[in-house]
């Protein structure tokens, strides 16, 4: 079958920092889904800035 032999060639994305990016509760994650829900969503394009920044350190 076509997807079992894509399957055996594709990778699965990691990052280092992940624990750090969302399973810290002074992460920057839980900021982003705070203010997501509950805040000001002006702010989430920094945010999400800040996401991308941690994951990729």
Do not use: C
Not at 12 to 18: G, M, Q, R, S
Not at 34 to 40: I, K, P, V
Request: glycine share 8%; charged share 20%; no cysteine.
């Amino acid at each position: 079958m076509l997807i079992n032999s894509l399957v055996g060639k594709g990778q699965t994305p990691y990052a280092l920092k992940f624990g750090e990016t969302y399973n810290d509760p002074q992460g920057p994650w839980l900021r982003f889904a705070r203010e997501a829900l509950f805040g000001d969503v002006a702010k989430l394009p920094e945010l999400n800035e800040t996401l991308n920044q941690s994951l990729t350190q």
